[in-house]
C-alpha cells in the first residue's frame, strides 16, 4: 500500500461508492471521470501548494 502513488487512492476509493456502469458505457464513462478527479486533484495541489507558500510568507 505504501508505494502507490497519490493519484490512484481516488481510483481504490470511488469504485466502493459507485454503483458499476452497464458495459457498453463503462470504458468511456471512466475515462471521463479519471480526467475530471485528475483536473481536481491538480488544482487541489495547486491551491495547497499556494496556501502553504503565502503561510511561510506570514511566518518568517
Known sequence: ??????????????PLFTTPPPEAGMERRCV???RRLQKAFQ??????????????GLVF
Open 32 to 34: 471521463r471521470l479519471r
Open 43 to 56: 488544482a487541489f495541489l495547486v491551491f495547497n501548494f499556494q496556501f502553504l507558500i503565502i503561510l511561510n
Open 1 to 14: 500500500m505504501g508505494d502507490l502513488p497519490k493519484g490512484d487512492y481516488f481510483f481504490i476509493i470511488i
